[in-house]
């Protein structure tokens, strides 16, 4: 009877090995495809790659996400494609989904940045203020971020259609505070 169990407890832990050897397979092979995504990202964004690069990397992303759905690399390398294709609203949800794996200070940075670009001032504050509350090193990409995308008051009235319209209070404030400054920043 004692071989009977030994056999069977042998068997079980033949095939969670097994499992867990499929599960490694597939989790690297995510990996190299997340990482050939990015490695495209940055081609592009550089002006090393035409801009076509970037589509041809949705199916791959895709399939790492499928390889591996629970990896918050896939979920972010996946948001971070959609925002340079400029696909804002994908991007947001992607950059959201990922959060909920691990709430990385660098998705809040890239998800201030989005809400910066998308004309969302407050919600970018929040998310840009979150990113620099929880890694100090991120207080001068956040700033810099509100500059580029914030900007001051004249800078966002020239980008409105017409460009006559006058800055409101808010729109003033937020261009010299921008996400969060101190004393210490300025």
């Keep these: 009877m004692r071989r009977l169990v030994a056999a069977g407890l042998l068997a079980l832990a033949l095939v969670a090995l097994v499992g867990q050897w499929r ?8 990996s190299h495809l997340v990482w050939a995504v990015k490695q495209r990202g ?30 918050i690399e896939a979920a972010a390398a996946a948001a971070d494609l959609y925002f340079l294709l400029g696909r804002d609203e994908t991007a947001r949800e992607g950059y959201l989904a990922a959060m909920r794996l691990e709430a990385r200070p660098e998705l809040y940075l890239n998800l201030g940045i989005l809400e910066l670009r ?5 919600q970018a504050k929040v ?3 979150a990113a620099r509350r929880l890694d100090r090193r991120l207080v001068k990409p ?4 509100w500059k580029k995308y914030g900007g001051n008051a004249s800078q966002r009235k020239s980008r409105q259609p017409g ?24």
């Design 127 to 129: 998310y840009l203020r």
């Design 42 to 71: 940055q081609a592009a964004s550089s002006g090393q790659a035409p801009s076509g690069v970037l589509a041809g990397a949705i199916p791959m992303i895709r399939e790492a996400q499928a390889l591996d759905p629970v990896s």
């Design 142 to 145: 956040a700033n810099a971020a």
């Design 163 to 186: 460009g006559t319209e006058e800055p409101s209070r808010s729109d003033a404030a937020r261009s010299e505070d921008g996400p969060d400054r101190t004393d210490q920043d300025r």
């Design 118 to 122: 998308r004309g969302n001032f407050d």
């Design 23 to 30: 599960r490694a397979e597939r989790r690297l092979e995510s």
